[in-house]
Each structure stands twice: as structure tokens, then as C-alpha cells.
């Protein structure tokens, strides 16, 4: 009988436990959720049914969810539908009520309406919630919001589903048909989150003075958010206005301390030689985060031009063998192996470079110099080729192959190639002009 009691009275602790502590239940299913512990949440929830039903009701959003992010939609339908029934809903159940009704056409007024009312509850907000559902059904709730716009009258005010379809688009990663949505009010109606979400479509299209001008446009309605002068101090970063860049990072890291933040700013002083800065922000980046092989290439690149290419080495080896994909890492390596004097090492690594980057001039014109250095002269015309039909810009490249064909007694081709070398700006080509084609045209005049 005693034990029978006790049995009563820890029954009856659980579920006043239960039902003194939804948000202490709500806070453990979240954070199975957050380590994408689905069925671990569903499985707790379902604890909590058989104890105290009103509670588990309260999780029946994240149940919802949980089933969503498996697959199983008809039973995230079917805790909807209880949440409807029981007055438990949220913005997760929302959202979540708002995917399953855009996929089916009888229910598109009732889409746009609780699109609607999610929007007027505030852009920013309305914005950040939707990113709970995939790319894939954002898509498809972008695809409702395309019907019905289409399904309005060209004399209807459409300013308001543009606007809630250019979020959902960006979100969807659909950047020209966030873009298109945004240019139909951005000059009349623009809003701080509609321009700041312009000047990202802006530079992605590379426009970047445009870019910074809708930032601008967006801290003027308002935004003075971290992310708004992070994402301008890129666009100023593509402009090559790196003081204002920094100047931007600087207010950013006023009001968050990212590691991206401090990442940005240490590229900034990196090229305006500011390489004692550009290192303290690195380190401070690495410090907060270690797992970012960008960070440890960038660190690289300080180095190397520091010329301490033994720690530039180590830092390019250990981004590579965090992402092996990393872009450009092979001719960081190459450079830091020749600077080193394995000048093997930096062929190969020069070589896998243009396999995996063919598109990269540097890697080409870093190959054909080496071969020229060691003199190679033919195999060093044949990247350096390479590299001229990816850069014509570029007068060193042009420099050195003039340099090639002289050693190979082609004095002809030599001087065609060092004049628009030095069409392009290369000094140094005046003088092996000098040296080399004078010669010939005396010789040519004496004919």
C-alpha cells in the first residue's frame, strides 16, 4: 500500500512538474531541435502526452516542425491541425500552416492572407521567420504569391505582395526575381530592409557603386544594424575604398563582435599595407572561430607579403586540410613552396592549381615565370600564353614572354609582346625594350 501511494505521488509530481514547467519543456524540445535531434524531440514530446496532455499540446508547434524537417507532412498537418483546435499557436506553427496551405491552389486567398498579417506584424520579423522552411518550399510559397499577383488587376496597388514576394525570393535564393519584384516600388516605397536587401541583389549582379548607395539609402530609413554596415563595407571593399571599408567594419564591431567583422577589416588593412592591423584582426577572428579556412588562408597572405613564408606556408597548409576545395589555396601554396626553395613542391602545386581553377590567370603566369627562372623557356611560353588570353591587362605577363622570346632568339615576337607590355604599364619593360629591340632595328636599318 505504501509503495502504491509513493507510485500516486510521484505520478502526480511529474505532471504538476509538467504543468508548473511548459517553457522548461518548450526550452529541451528546442534545444534537440537545435542540434537536429528530431525524432529525440518527438519522442520527448510524446513522454509528455502521457502525462500531462495539456502541456504536450503546447510543444504540438515543435512537433509540428519536427516532423516537417523529417518529411513526415501529414503528420505535421495533423499537429497543426490540433494546435488550431487547442489555441497553441505560434509563429513556427504559422509558417509552417502558411507552406502547407500554398501548395494547394484552393487555398490562395488564405495564403496571402496570413502572408498579410505576418507581414504587418513588421518586415524585419516577417523576413527572419520564413527562413524556418527549406529553399525548396520557400520556392513554393513564392510560386503562390507569383499567382496571385498575376491574378490582380494591372490598375491594383501591388506594393505589398512585391514586397513580401522579394523576401520570400531572397530567402529562396531567386536574386533576379527578388530583384524584379523590388525594382516595381523601390524608388517610391522603399523601406530600410527592401533597400538594404537591393544593395546585396546589387553587388551579387557586381554593381557595386549602386550597391552602396541603396545601404546608404537603407541607414537612411533607419537600419543601423551591424549586418547593414558589414555588407557595405564589402560593396566599398569591391569599389577599392578600403578606408571607408574599414570605417564601416569599425561601427559594425560598435554593435557585434563577430568574427566575420574582424575577418573583413584585417583583408581591409592587408591591402592598404597595414599588415600589423590586418594580423591583430585575423588573430581575433581564429581566436573566435578556428574552423573557417579562409580565415587561415588570409593569415597566409599577410605573411606572405611580409615575406615570412615559412608561417605563410603553415597557415595555407592548414586552411587546405580544413577545405581541400578552398579556392586559390594550391597557388598560395606554390608561392609559399618557391619562396622557400622547394620549387617542385611549387610546380605541383602551381599545376593542380590550373586543374582546379582553370579560369585563374596567376596561377598560370606563376608557372611560366618559374619556367623562365629556371629556363624553360619554351614550357614557360606556354603558360605564360595561357595566362595573357586570361589577363591582356596584366603587363607583367607580357614582360616575361617578351623575356622568353628574346632568350629563344625570336626578337621579332619579343618586341611585339614587350611593347604592349609596356602599353599596359609595365616600367620594367622599357628597359628590356631598350635592350633588345634598339638592337634589332639598327639591324634592320643596316639591311
Partial sequence: MKSFICFIGFILSIVFSFSQNKFYASDIVQAKIDSARYMSAITYIEGVEKVDIDTAWSLYPQKAFCYYKIGKHKEAQACLKIVEREDYQNDLSEILSIFYLSTKPKEMQETIDRLEYLLDEGEKEFFNKITILSTTDLKKVANCINGYIAFLDEDEDKTKYNLMGAYVDFRAKESMSAYNKLSTFIDEEPTALSSFLMGIVKREQKEYFSSISYFNQAENLGDNSGDLYFNRAISKGFEKDYFGAIDDLNSALERNAKSEYYYVRGICFNHIFEYKHALDDLNIAIDMCDTIAEYFNHRGIVFTNLEMFADALFEFQTAIKMNPDLEFINNNIGLAYEHTGNINKAVEHYKVSIKKEPYYSDSYFNLGRLYYEIGKYKTAIKYLKEAYLLN????????????????????????????????????????????????????????
Wanted: charged content about 25%; glycine content about 6%; hydrophobic content about 30%.
Fill in 392 to 447: 591582356a591587362n596584366f603587363g607583367d605577363i607580357t614582360h616575361i614572354l617578351g623575356l622568353c622570346y628574346a632568350k629563344t632568339d625570336d626578337i621579332e615576337t619579343a618586341c611585339y609582346y614587350l611593347q604592349i607590355s609596356i602599353e599596359a604599364g609595365c616600367k620594367p619593360a622599357i628597359n628590356s625594350q631598350s635592350e633588345f629591340c634598339q638592337k634589332e632595328a639598327v639591324e634592320e636599318k643596316e639591311e
